[in-house]
Each structure stands twice: as structure tokens, then as C-alpha cells.
């Protein structure tokens, strides 16, 4: 692999094509000398770690106005910080969020630490924000990796170790095309590949500024990588979630802190487990006493399972039944943009059940 090639391949890709982002310093302010705010980095990268750009913009927008700096954040009561996050998912990231902004402010008078270690050792700064923020917000040469970047390592390398066991291996390949020359231009150009042409599902190879160097597409074998492990070896579990509307608003509650998904808003589904459940049984399980009508099912694979949901969807009178009234069944009554916030495996299951999401 000639490595100095694709970089200059990918960075001057970067510099004719770089997606416009509000918390993004593009490469021609950055070659004329402007720096990203590392409060907007890292504000950006927490909110991204649970959602999609699109879904992530508008809550950027609207804390960077009610916050302008670290500063402004941690001075704000938490109440008000979490019901502004309503809707971007875990709220412990956004108690995390509020502690590493006060520890930025207490700690660090205001300024963030600028290399990786001091970052990581912020309450709630894992190794890839710190990462992300060392080399988009300081130029430091850190190897950012994220699942984006993991899909273009496995097609660029071809790695056949699959997914989740091939992680440390490319970590390695991707820390290998890492160099002091622009290091935040070269972590954000290979975020914008993956999310724009090294896509999931159907990569644009035909538009890949590397496509010369990159070993899947030579196979012809693109969309195979990365290699997962097979869904045969994956144990199956089994059960069912319900949609329940009143009116636009839709039923959610909160998982328990703990588990998988932990702390995060959900369907109200039954258990999942590997035997099948009876009728009489999800029945018992749903959040309301209504007309319940199935909607199909819903397949999902975590890491060590599969998981199939069947779908059951109602609706209750508008007026017959206000949301208040079912406020002691710890149902959280949320818009359906809201939805989009949702893990992947509830807004999965809330498509099938309802009609329209927004
Ligand atoms: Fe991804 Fe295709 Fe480019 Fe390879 S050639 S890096 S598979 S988009």
C-alpha cells in the first residue's frame, strides 16, 4: 500500500468535497489558519455518538445558541440541560456532557485540555471523543475510529477476521495511515467517506477517491466487507413491541438503568427470550388495555443475539383516554420526530407500526 498516495488521494478529495457541517472548520478556513472550537468538537462528537447528523443538527444549533462556551454549559442547572437533550438518547451522556463541561470549567478554567490523555481523563470522555477532539480541534496525530471507519479499513484491507473480533486489527490499519501532516483534515475525510461514499449498504466505489488502493473493490467484493460473524451463531431471542398512539404522540418508556440498552428510551416490548411467546402472554405484557392488531415483525442483530419483535400496534381515543390519565403506567408520551432519537431496534419497530414516522 503506497500510504503517502491515499492520503494525498483522500485529503484532496476532502478539500473539493468536504460536507459543510455547523461545528466544522473546513479545510480551506483551516489551511488559512482557523482552529474548531474544541467545545464544539466535542459537543458534536457526544451528540453523534447516538444519532445521525441530520437528527444531531438542530440540537447543535440550539445548545451552541443557549451555550456559546463550556462555560455557559456547566453553569446551567441540570434540569434544564437534560429536557434540552430530550430526544438525542441516553441521558446519562447528557450527565456525562454536564460533568466533563464542569470539570472543563472547574478544572481546566474554562480551557480544553489539548492532547489525548488530558481529554480522556474528563468525566465521561471515552477514547474515541478524546481522539476525535485531539485531532480535529488540535491537530494532534490521534487515530480516530469509529464504525465508519472500521467499514472502510475492512474493504480498504480486505480484513476477513470479522466484526466484532477484527476491531484491534483495524484499529492497527487505520492508526497505520495516521501522520503528523493534517491530522483533523485527514480523521474528517475519512469520516465524510463512510458517510457519504463507503456507505453501509451499496458504497459509491465508482466515485471513491481510493478505490486505486482499496483491496475489496479489486475483488469485486465491496459490499461483503466488513466480515460479520454469521447470524447462525448468533442465538435467537423472541418478542413482541407495541405501538401505542393518542393521537400524534406515541407510547415510550424508559429501560432500567441497567442491561442492555440501559437508561434508554424504548418501545414497551415483553421480554426477550429464546422461547416463543403465546398470545395469552403478550397480552399480558401490553402497556394498555386496547384494541391490539398486529403490524408484521422486526428482525435485529446486537452482538451476541439475534432478536425478532413482532409488532402490535393500537390506538387510543383521543378523548376518551388523555396521556395524563395513563401517566402512572410510567408511559412517556413522545412526538413522533422524537422517534428518530430511538435505538435502531425500537425505531425499526416503530416504523412497521405506525404509518407515517413524522
Ligand atoms: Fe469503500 Fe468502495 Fe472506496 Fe473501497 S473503493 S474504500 S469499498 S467506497
Redesign the pocket.
Known amino acids: 500500500m503506497n500510504v503517502p498516495a491515499l492520503r494525498a488521494a483522500l485529503l484532496s478529495w476532502y478539500d473539493a468535497q468536504a460536507r459543510d457541517l455547523p461545528w466544522r472548520v473546513g479545510p480551506a478556513e483551516h489551511a488559512a489558519g482557523a482552529r474548531a472550537d474544541p467545545y464544539r468538537v466535542w459537543l458534536s462528537e457526544v451528540m453523534l455518538q447516538q444519532t445521525t447528523v441530520p437528527h444531531a443538527t438542530p440540537y447543535f444549533l440550539d445548545f451552541t445558541r443557549r451555550w456559546p462556551t463550556v462555560r455557559d454549559l456547566a453553569a446551567t442547572p441540570d434540569a434544564e440541560v437534560m429536557s434540552a437533550w430530550a430526544g438525542l438518547g441516553y441521558y446519562a451522556r447528557a450527565r456525562n456532557l454536564l460533568a466533563c463541561a464542569r470539570a472543563v470549567a472547574g478544572d481546566h478554567a474554562g480551557v480544553f485540555p489539548a492532547t489525548e490523555d488530558a481529554l480522556r481523563a474528563l468525566p465521561g470522555v471515552g477514547a474515541y471523543t478524546a481522539a476525535a477532539v485531539a485531532a480535529i480541534a488540535f491537530d494532534r496525530a490521534a487515530n480516530v475510529v469509529d464504525g465508519n471507519v472500521e467499514r472502510?479499513m475492512s474493504?480498504?484491507f480486505a480484513v476477513e477476521t470479522p466484526l466484532p473480533d477484527a476491531k484491534p486489527e483495524l484499529k492497527a490499519l487505520s492508526g497505520g495511515l495516521v501522520a503528523d501532516h493534517r491530522p483533523g483534515d485527514w480523521a474528517q475525510a475519512l469520516m465524510d467517506?463512510g458517510a457519504t461514499?463507503?456507505r453501509p449498504r451499496a458504497?459509491?466505489?465508482d466515485r471513491?477517491p481510493?478505490?486505486a488502493f482499496?483491496a475489496?473493490?479489486a475483488q469485486g467484493a465491496?459490499e461483503t466487507?466488513p466480515r460479520k460473524t454469521r447470524k447462525a451463531d448468533r442465538p435467537r431471542r423472541l418478542g413482541a413491541a407495541f405501538v401505542l398512539t393518542h393521537g400524534d404522540r406515541v407510547a415510550l418508556v424508559r429501560r432500567p438503568p441497567k442491561g442492555l440498552l440501559g437508561g434508554m428510551l424504548a418501545l414497551p416490548t415483553t421480554d426477550w427470550r429464546t422461547a416463543p411467546f403465546s398470545e395469552a402472554e403478550i397480552a399480558a405484557a401490553a402497556p394498555a388495555g386496547a384494541a391490539w392488531r398486529p403490524a408484521g415483525a422486526i428482525e435485529h442483530v446486537f452482538t451476541h443475539f439475534s432478536l425478532t419483535l413482532e409488532v402490535r400496534r393500537a390506538e387510543l381515543d383521543e378523548k376518551a383516554a388523555a396521556p395524563a390519565n395513563l401517566a402512572d403506567s410510567g408511559l412517556i408520551w413522545a412526538s413522533r420526530a422524537e422517534l428518530e432519537g430511538l435505538p435502531s431496534v425500537f425505531l425499526k419497530a416503530a416504523r412497521a407500526g405506525l404509518d407515517r414516522l413524522i
Open positions: 472502510v474493504r480498504l467517506l461514499v463507503c458504497p459509491l466505489c471513491c481510493i478505490s482499496c475489496a473493490f465491496a466487507f
